[in-house]
């Protein structure tokens, strides 16, 4: 017979021996101050700087945004008091789901407790309801879309990332049958970007249905920010488009947006939507008035964009092994799990910089790396001392420099 | 070639045939104010009084509650900005996280988004790391459990509901193999409970883990709020216990307590935890005034009984067909998917209380029902004025009341 506790004990020695095994960093981010926040370790309590959230313009310190939340909990409560069919569908949320079918340029919308769950409920309701669907899926997708895919029990095909070609190919042989692709715009490892409008040529060409997850790209990208399908001019030309509101919105909750059929026919059969309690109204208040901002107000968007830039052109100077992006991510590469860590523990012990590491399975082993993500409120002196740190780490641990850093120094 | 909003249109054209077509009601709770809220109907804003939150002791507008929701959001923002291991570790979640693990005698606790983000990942997670898992499933659990089994992909069994002779003979043919037994303490439509001890007994002889749901139980029964299994001196023999935030804790999110172990092999290895945005401190912080203010009083529980004690007493002797529970969960029969939702909407309209319709597929057909949860903040006003409404509906619609209410009357 098996000793469960003897069984979970040693799968957990099995990651700690493969170095996979995740310790939490318990902080306490300053609303006013960000980036600063404090880090309570063993140690003691440190202020720090954090380089690696994705609350990715700082609204999540708002004080618009702030004051939507404490005004909506002190007149409705903290809770929803029940699924949006039982008694939680609170004046807010129907609100909130009106500004971002308004933000998408399309009919209707509909919240989830989170992107995770829109994407896994969303995806694997919309592919069961149509009969004999074929998924297409990019190979660098989120993992909240692979368990979509998966839970949808629909035939799939993956397609290299980002690869056109090879997305044609698989529609082509796929023949007549409902296809629906489902790919991200901004990649959130590699930082890259989607070939929006050539995808909807191919759904188009070959009759597929289309589905973009735009979580690291709504709030930032776009004049209202509406994510890089409204930069690009093609939101009208997508069917489905899932976005987050605990990113660039600063809060919590994820979200579809469609046309009036699908998102109702995904509101009555999706349970993850149908079976769990609805967003606290004062979270859905806090969102819309993100949202709100974000669609009048372009000066976050600069900022982010200018300090981003900054960030990459100082880093780079300095010699360090920046992968070329072309959005606000910024992946400065290791390769290997432990030095990974090991300059992730070194800049926050010695520098107070906070940059978790990201090793398998988040991303591919051999391509480990620190994850930066400049934000508006990073100052040039933060990006500086950044730099700095990132050197002596880099030094300390005979990690290579390139050439033109060492001729500057 | 498939037109897919057609498609849509006509799928959902099926569910009003069905009458399966859900609306929901747009609220406004007004906290202080409980159970009173506003109804935005088409015809304009009413007040109504609501008989159907799962915020069952009206927690969602305790003043200590939301005052940690709103300090909480001013000094730490409105959102978490990251999963738990890349910036979102917020220091209040740590925090609650301890007191969740103190309130089930447990050694760790795990909190996640939602309460059917914890079933769901959660169960699939424990099953599918044990090799060759078999999972023994109470027939009316819900359908976070269902689809946290079915992701897991192990073998399963369905057991009567809280039938131990069926649970044996299952246990007893499946040999020497890993087993784990899922099942609630209330269930939700029911208002019936789980005989724990007896399924330990079980579990021990069978040698199976134990997984039990107590969201509809927990800060409700129990000297400090533990739930079923703490009333029933049985918190210490059960495996994982996973609870929820967002019913009688009135604020949001779920969570698992168990062993150490098992819960860092949870956490290690489970998607829906590791992928998706931490919960936010202001959050985290709320739901843990609520569940230490409920550790400390019995308050609100002896009112909850009181209150629930009346209603059901009031309405058997208005001669209402109440189905019989030892819970705070109090349905009453209506048996027509189109007579439930008649007596929901005239409840409404004409007495403006709001008790939302169950139907199938929440319950099996022939068993549709007004599933009413009294609360520590309906007054006897508040029962007698419901009691007299439902009587006018069922006479309305020609319903049958029982005899002794029509000699009372």
Redesign the interface.
Known sequence: ??N??T???E??ER?QTER???V????????GR?PEA?W?SPDGTRKIT?W????YLG????RD??RA??ET??????????T????????PI?ELEAELADLHGKEAALVF?????SN?TGISTLAK??PNCLILSDALN???MI?GVR?SGCDKQIFRHNDLAHLEELLKAAG?R?KLIVFESVYSMDGDIAPIHAICDLAKRY?A?TYLDEVHAVGMYGPRGGGIAERDGVMHRI?VIEG?L??A????GGYLTG?R??M??IR?FA??F????A?????AA?AMA?IRHLKASNDERQRHQRQVARTKAVLTGAGLPLMDTVTHIVPVMVGDAEACKAASDRLLEKHGI?I?P?NYPTVPRGTERL?ITPGPLHTDAHIDALAAALVEVWTALKLPLQPKAQAAE
Request: charged fraction near 15%; charge should be neutral; hydrophobic fraction near 40%.
């Open positions: 017979m098996m469960y506790q069984f979970f004990t799968a957990l990651l996979r095994y995740r939490f960093a318990d902080i306490e981010r300053l609303a960000f404090l309570h954090v690696c959230s994705n609350d609204m999540g310190q708002s945004v702030t939340m404490v909990a002190w007149r409705l409560g903290t809770g929803a008091g029940g949006r069919n039982i008694s939680g569908n609170n004046h129907v407790t989170s992107g995770y769950v896994q309801l149509i989120h993992n909240s368990e839970q007549d409902p009759h249905m069917d987050t605990a990113k919105f600063g809060v919590m046309s059929a699908v109702d026919a009555s349970p993850g149908i079976f769990t309690t967003l606290p109204p004062a979270v806090a993100s906070y978790q990201i994850r």
